[in-house]
Protein backbone atom coordinates (compact mmCIF):
# COMPACT_ATOMS: atom_id res chain seq x y z
CA UNK A 1 0.00 0.00 0.00
CA UNK A 2 1.38 3.32 -1.36
CA UNK A 3 0.68 5.54 1.85
CA UNK A 4 1.46 8.45 0.03
CA UNK A 5 3.89 10.41 1.89
CA UNK A 6 7.55 9.81 -0.10
CA UNK A 7 9.80 12.45 -0.24
CA UNK A 8 7.70 14.66 2.87
CA UNK A 9 9.66 15.18 5.80
CA UNK A 10 8.95 13.32 9.13
CA UNK A 11 10.47 14.84 12.38
CA UNK A 12 10.41 12.25 15.53
CA UNK A 13 11.20 13.06 18.91
CA UNK A 14 12.84 11.25 21.39
CA UNK A 15 13.58 8.86 18.10
CA UNK A 16 16.84 7.40 19.60
CA UNK A 17 15.39 4.14 20.63
CA UNK A 18 12.00 2.83 21.01
CA UNK A 19 8.21 4.02 19.99
CA UNK A 20 10.28 6.97 18.02
CA UNK A 21 13.43 4.80 16.70
CA UNK A 22 10.27 2.24 15.39
CA UNK A 23 8.77 5.23 13.82
CA UNK A 24 11.44 6.72 12.03
CA UNK A 25 12.64 3.64 10.91
CA UNK A 26 8.84 2.83 9.53
CA UNK A 27 8.41 6.61 8.08
CA UNK A 28 12.01 5.65 5.97
CA UNK A 29 10.46 2.64 4.29
CA UNK A 30 7.54 4.62 3.36
CA UNK A 31 10.10 6.83 1.38
CA UNK A 32 10.06 9.94 3.73
CA UNK A 33 13.62 11.92 4.62
CA UNK A 34 13.85 11.87 8.78
CA UNK A 35 15.14 13.30 11.47
CA UNK A 36 15.90 11.67 14.74
CA UNK A 37 16.86 13.08 18.05
CA UNK A 38 17.84 12.28 21.60
CA UNK A 39 18.89 13.69 23.93
CA UNK A 40 21.47 10.55 24.81
CA UNK A 41 23.95 11.69 21.78
CA UNK A 42 25.76 8.09 22.27
CA UNK A 43 22.32 6.47 20.91
CA UNK A 44 22.20 8.44 18.08
CA UNK A 45 25.05 6.70 15.96
CA UNK A 46 23.39 3.35 16.06
CA UNK A 47 20.09 4.74 15.58
CA UNK A 48 20.86 6.94 12.15
CA UNK A 49 22.59 3.85 11.01
CA UNK A 50 19.41 1.38 11.52
CA UNK A 51 17.23 3.91 9.79
CA UNK A 52 19.15 4.47 6.86
CA UNK A 53 19.26 0.46 6.62
CA UNK A 54 15.19 0.27 6.77
CA UNK A 55 15.55 3.06 3.19
CA UNK A 56 19.21 4.02 1.67
CA UNK A 57 17.60 5.82 -0.50
CA UNK A 58 16.06 8.67 1.84
CA UNK A 59 18.17 11.53 3.30
CA UNK A 60 18.53 11.27 7.20
CA UNK A 61 19.96 13.29 10.09
CA UNK A 62 20.87 12.78 13.77
CA UNK A 63 20.38 15.58 16.43
CA UNK A 64 21.19 16.45 19.89
CA UNK A 65 18.12 17.98 22.19
CA UNK A 66 16.36 18.10 25.47
CA UNK A 67 13.47 18.29 24.64
CA UNK A 68 12.77 20.15 28.13
CA UNK A 69 14.31 23.39 26.75
CA UNK A 70 12.78 25.85 24.83
CA UNK A 71 15.85 26.61 23.29
CA UNK A 72 17.23 23.14 22.54
CA UNK A 73 13.87 22.43 20.32
CA UNK A 74 14.58 25.71 19.05
CA UNK A 75 17.64 24.82 17.37
CA UNK A 76 16.61 21.17 16.39
CA UNK A 77 13.96 22.71 14.32
CA UNK A 78 15.91 25.14 12.54
CA UNK A 79 18.66 22.65 11.77
CA UNK A 80 16.12 20.17 10.40
CA UNK A 81 14.99 22.93 8.39
CA UNK A 82 18.29 23.72 7.71
CA UNK A 83 19.36 20.04 6.58
CA UNK A 84 16.30 18.43 5.22
CA UNK A 85 13.41 21.29 4.27
CA UNK A 86 10.39 22.01 5.90
CA UNK A 87 8.98 19.69 8.54
CA UNK A 88 5.25 17.80 6.90
CA UNK A 89 5.25 15.00 9.71
CA UNK A 90 5.91 15.57 13.18
CA UNK A 91 5.73 13.09 15.83
CA UNK A 92 5.57 13.99 19.57
CA UNK A 93 7.22 11.54 21.64
CA UNK A 94 9.10 11.66 24.72
CA UNK A 95 9.36 8.94 26.59
CA UNK A 96 7.55 9.92 30.38
CA UNK A 97 7.86 11.32 33.69
CA UNK A 98 8.79 9.30 36.24
CA UNK A 99 6.34 7.06 38.15
CA UNK A 100 5.08 7.40 41.90
CA UNK A 101 2.02 8.50 43.62
CA UNK A 102 0.91 11.65 44.68
CA UNK A 103 2.62 11.90 47.67
CA UNK A 104 5.66 11.00 45.93
CA UNK A 105 5.41 13.79 43.23
CA UNK A 106 7.25 16.65 44.44
CA UNK A 107 7.27 20.23 42.63
CA UNK A 108 10.16 19.54 40.74
CA UNK A 109 8.76 16.16 39.19
CA UNK A 110 5.47 18.09 38.40
CA UNK A 111 7.66 20.90 36.62
CA UNK A 112 9.78 17.76 35.11
CA UNK A 113 6.48 16.33 33.71
CA UNK A 114 4.84 18.99 31.98
CA UNK A 115 7.94 20.48 30.02
CA UNK A 116 9.20 16.88 29.14
CA UNK A 117 5.15 15.95 27.80
CA UNK A 118 3.61 18.80 27.39
CA UNK A 119 5.57 21.71 26.59
CA UNK A 120 7.84 19.32 24.46
CA UNK A 121 4.66 18.89 22.07
CA UNK A 122 3.49 22.63 22.16
CA UNK A 123 6.59 23.86 21.09
CA UNK A 124 7.62 21.12 18.49
CA UNK A 125 4.04 22.45 17.21
CA UNK A 126 4.62 25.80 17.15
CA UNK A 127 7.90 25.25 15.60
CA UNK A 128 6.71 23.42 12.76
CA UNK A 129 2.83 24.70 12.47
CA UNK A 130 3.50 27.82 10.12
CA UNK A 131 5.42 25.67 7.54
CA UNK A 132 2.48 23.30 7.49
CA UNK A 133 -0.15 26.25 7.06
CA UNK A 134 1.61 27.79 4.25
CA UNK A 135 2.08 24.70 2.28
CA UNK A 136 -1.38 23.33 3.29
CA UNK A 137 -0.63 19.62 4.40
CA UNK A 138 0.79 18.52 7.86
CA UNK A 139 0.66 15.90 9.93
CA UNK A 140 0.59 16.14 13.61
CA UNK A 141 0.85 12.67 15.51
CA UNK A 142 1.55 12.90 19.05
CA UNK A 143 2.51 9.36 21.33
CA UNK A 144 0.23 9.54 24.70
CA UNK A 145 -0.48 6.59 26.44
CA UNK A 146 -3.72 4.79 27.31
CA UNK A 147 -4.15 6.90 30.34
CA UNK A 148 -6.13 9.17 28.13
CA UNK A 149 -8.61 6.51 28.74
CA UNK A 150 -8.37 4.75 31.97
CA UNK A 151 -5.69 6.05 34.58
CA UNK A 152 -2.91 3.71 35.06
CA UNK A 153 -2.00 2.83 38.67
CA UNK A 154 1.25 4.43 40.28
CA UNK A 155 1.57 7.40 37.19
CA UNK A 156 0.01 9.90 38.85
CA UNK A 157 2.16 12.87 37.03
CA UNK A 158 2.19 11.16 33.71
CA UNK A 159 -1.96 10.66 33.58
CA UNK A 160 -2.45 14.26 34.66
CA UNK A 161 -0.21 15.57 32.30
CA UNK A 162 -0.53 13.39 28.88
CA UNK A 163 -4.53 14.37 29.40
CA UNK A 164 -3.35 18.25 28.71
CA UNK A 165 -1.32 16.83 25.41
CA UNK A 166 -4.83 15.36 24.70
CA UNK A 167 -6.60 18.85 25.15
CA UNK A 168 -4.25 20.64 23.61
CA UNK A 169 -4.62 17.76 20.23
CA UNK A 170 -7.97 18.17 19.96
CA UNK A 171 -8.63 21.85 19.86
CA UNK A 172 -6.08 22.32 18.05
CA UNK A 173 -7.40 19.63 15.36
CA UNK A 174 -10.00 22.01 15.05
CA UNK A 175 -8.21 25.14 14.19
CA UNK A 176 -5.92 23.37 12.06
CA UNK A 177 -8.26 21.28 9.74
CA UNK A 178 -9.01 23.93 7.13
CA UNK A 179 -5.14 24.12 6.23
CA UNK A 180 -4.90 20.58 5.44
CA UNK A 181 -3.30 19.48 8.73
CA UNK A 182 -4.56 16.45 10.88
CA UNK A 183 -4.17 15.97 14.76
CA UNK A 184 -3.83 12.92 16.06
CA UNK A 185 -3.24 10.92 19.00
CA UNK A 186 -1.85 7.46 19.81
CA UNK A 187 -2.54 5.36 22.81
CA UNK A 188 -0.45 2.62 23.32
CA UNK A 189 -0.60 0.09 25.62
CA UNK A 190 2.07 -2.17 27.25
CA UNK A 191 5.41 -2.13 24.52
CA UNK A 192 8.30 -4.42 24.36
CA UNK A 193 10.41 -0.66 25.17
CA UNK A 194 12.49 0.57 27.81
CA UNK A 195 10.45 2.44 29.57
CA UNK A 196 7.98 -0.33 29.50
CA UNK A 197 10.84 -2.41 32.09
CA UNK A 198 11.09 0.79 33.85
CA UNK A 199 8.23 0.87 35.11
CA UNK A 200 7.60 -3.22 35.31
CA UNK A 201 10.40 -3.02 37.72
CA UNK A 202 8.66 -0.41 39.66
CA UNK A 203 5.85 -2.24 40.11
CA UNK A 204 7.69 -5.36 40.66
CA UNK A 205 9.76 -3.84 43.12
CA UNK A 206 6.53 -2.67 45.17
CA UNK A 207 5.05 -6.34 44.92
CA UNK A 208 8.49 -8.21 46.03
CA UNK A 209 9.02 -9.91 42.70
CA UNK A 210 11.15 -10.21 39.70
CA UNK A 211 10.65 -7.74 36.53
CA UNK A 212 10.04 -10.86 34.12
CA UNK A 213 7.14 -11.73 36.67
CA UNK A 214 5.43 -8.75 36.39
CA UNK A 215 5.60 -8.66 32.60
CA UNK A 216 3.82 -11.70 32.68
CA UNK A 217 0.95 -10.44 34.85
CA UNK A 218 0.56 -7.61 32.53
CA UNK A 219 0.37 -9.89 29.52
CA UNK A 220 -2.10 -11.85 31.14
CA UNK A 221 -4.42 -8.85 31.53
CA UNK A 222 -4.17 -8.08 27.44
CA UNK A 223 -6.72 -9.85 25.64
CA UNK A 224 -4.24 -10.71 22.65
CA UNK A 225 -2.14 -12.12 25.73
CA UNK A 226 1.56 -9.77 24.98
CA UNK A 227 2.71 -7.25 24.76
CA UNK A 228 2.46 -5.10 21.51
CA UNK A 229 6.29 -4.43 19.41
CA UNK A 230 7.14 -0.87 18.99
CA UNK A 231 6.77 -1.63 15.33
CA UNK A 232 2.87 -2.49 15.74
CA UNK A 233 3.03 1.24 17.36
CA UNK A 234 4.94 2.44 14.53
CA UNK A 235 2.53 1.16 11.97
CA UNK A 236 -0.70 2.99 13.16
CA UNK A 237 1.51 6.08 13.45
CA UNK A 238 2.72 5.92 9.41
CA UNK A 239 -1.40 5.05 8.81
CA UNK A 240 -1.77 8.21 10.43
CA UNK A 241 1.19 10.34 9.01
CA UNK A 242 -0.23 8.88 5.25
CA UNK A 243 -2.22 10.86 2.80
CA UNK A 244 -4.95 8.35 3.43
CA UNK A 245 -5.63 9.10 6.62
CA UNK A 246 -6.39 13.35 5.56
CA UNK A 247 -9.94 12.53 7.12
CA UNK A 248 -8.95 11.39 10.39
CA UNK A 249 -8.27 14.32 13.00
CA UNK A 250 -8.92 14.87 16.33
CA UNK A 251 -8.86 11.21 17.65
CA UNK A 252 -6.90 9.14 20.50
CA UNK A 253 -6.32 5.92 19.07
CA UNK A 254 -5.64 2.78 20.87
CA UNK A 255 -3.03 0.75 20.03
CA UNK A 256 -3.58 -1.71 23.29
CA UNK A 257 -4.59 -5.02 22.26
CA UNK A 258 -7.79 -4.64 23.77
CA UNK A 259 -6.15 -3.89 27.37
CA UNK A 260 -8.17 -0.74 28.04
CA UNK A 261 -12.08 -1.54 29.20
CA UNK A 262 -13.63 1.50 28.11
CA UNK A 263 -15.48 2.32 25.32
Known amino acids: MDLGIRGRVALIGASGRGLGLATAQRLAEEGCDIAICDLEADVLDTALESVKLANSGVRAFAYQVDLTKEDSIAQLVTDVQRDL ?52 WGRIINFTARSLKEPIPNLMISNAVRLAVGGMAKTLA ?47 TIPIGRLAHPEEQAAAAAFLASELAGYITGISLLVDGGAVKAL
Open 85 to 136: GVVSILINNSGGPPPGTFDAATDEKWLYGYQLTFLSAVRLIRAVLPDMKEQQ
Open 174 to 220: SEVASHGITVNNICPGPTTTDRAIELAGARAAKKGISVEEELAITAS
